[in-house]
Nanobody, 123 residues
Framework: QVQLVESGGGLVQAGGSLRLSCTAS????????MGWFRQAPGEEREFVAA????????NYADSVKGRFTISRDNAKSTVYLQMTSLKPEDTAVYYC????????????????WGQGTQVTVSS
């Protein structure tokens, strides 16, 4: 497994932007697909975005397409989630995750998880 630490969450007004970062340590980062999930209070953890090990494949949830961008820097063992045009419904704890499967949108495909970072969007 790989150890993951998220950062960059916070409070932002609707329409604003945030960039989340997730830095990995432990087993090799560069051969793992990476994903972002989120969980709002009382809700199931849901898929947000995923990226293949080389960045060539990126998948997004319909709710964030056109607003969020996932990217990675293998030299820094870091994956990013750039979030723009934020909405109150984006409020959640955001989790970084690692998978041996290519850019999967399924939660069950991920075997390493960070502790999460809170994103709050005010209206």
């Amino acid at each position: 497994q790989v150890q993951l630490v998220e950062s960059g969450g916070g409070l932002v007004q609707a329409g604003g932007s945030l960039r989340l970062s997730c830095t990995a340590s432990g087993r090799s980062f560069r051969d793992r697909a990476m994903g972002w999930f989120r969980q709002a209070p009382g809700e199931e953890r849901e898929f947000v975005a995923a990226i293949s090990w080389n960045g060539n494949i990126r998948n997004y949830a319909d709710s964030v397409k056109g607003r969020f961008t996932i990217s990675r820097d293998n030299a820094k063992s870091t994956v990013y989630l750039q979030m723009t045009s934020l909405k109150p419904e984006d409020t959640a704890v955001y989790y970084c995750s690692a998978s041996s499967l290519i850019a999967s949108m399924s939660r069950s495909a991920y075997d390493s998880w960070g502790q999460g970072t809170q994103v709050t969007v005010s209206s």
